[in-house]
């Protein structure tokens, strides 16, 4: 079975700009999970959807918003880029969104914000 | 606030030996606890996990240990292989949700 897949694997953008990015989780999946890792710190948590309602949200500002489509798939939007949004973004699915299930990452985007 | 804390950011090990990686986290709601492993250019790897209610899980290779009087975690690979060389991430979630708080992790060479 195919894992978690996440597309563009690279981006480069600039700052005010804004990008989409895309995550498929695993078959049977219906959570979805996005962290934000930036060089030389864990990833952090960003949202988590699970049947495409927001069930929890990071501290992140109002510029990050996402979205889980019917077939559980998930786009992440960030608007008015700036330098320090440089990051590895991660998505992660799961079977559920409760305690105890285990989050499966996918292998990231990495966005260049110059 | 890190909530989820990685010391020790290298280790060195010779193949064979036994790598020993510390975790240690302050929210005591946390009851769910993971060792993920990522190499260069990849997402993270789930590796292993224990809940609150256990205090040793193990897993081949792997095997984690759960102190939680003193909020502390660690995962010992033995016998250490050239291809465990990696970053290990420590994670821990609770209160009813899986979303998971990260340390910053380990790198861990292991030398042939």
């Known amino acids: 079975d195919a894992g978690v897949t996440q597309s563009p694997t690279h981006l480069i953008k600039t700052r005010g700009q804004q990008v989409t990015l895309r995550c498929s989780p695993i078959s049977g999946h219906k959570s979805v999970s996005w962290y934000q890792q930036v060089l030389g710190q864990g990833p952090q948590f960003i949202f988590q959807y699970y049947e495409k309602e927001e069930r929890g949200r990071g501290n992140f500002p109002d510029r990050f918003s996402a979205r889980q489509f019917p077939n559980y798939s998930s786009e992440l939007n960030v608007n008015a880029l700036l330098l320090g949004d440089s990051a590895l973004y991660l998505c992660?699915?799961?079977?559920?969104?409760?305690?105890?299930?285990?989050?499966?990452f996918g292998p990231g985007t990495r966005l260049t914000v110059l | 606030d890190q909530q989820v804390k990685q010391n020790s950011p290298s280790l060195s090990v010779q193949e064979g030996r036994i790598s020993i990686l510390n975790c240690d986290y302050t929210n005591s709601m946390f009851d769910y606890f993971l060792w993920y492993k990522k190499y260069p250019a990849e997402g993270p790897t789930f590796l292993i996990s224990i809940s609150s209610i256990k205090d040793k899980n193990e897993d081949g290779r792997f095997t984690v240990f759960l102190n939680k009087s003193a909020k502390h975690l660690s995962l010992h690979i033995v016998p250490s292989q050239p291809g465990d060389s990696a970053v290990y991430f420590c994670a821990a979630s609770g209160r009813g949700n899986n979303r998971l708080a990260f340390g910053k992790g380990n790198q861990v060479v292991v030398i042939p």
């Open positions: 992660a699915s799961s079977l559920d969104r409760g305690l105890g299930d285990t989050q499966y």
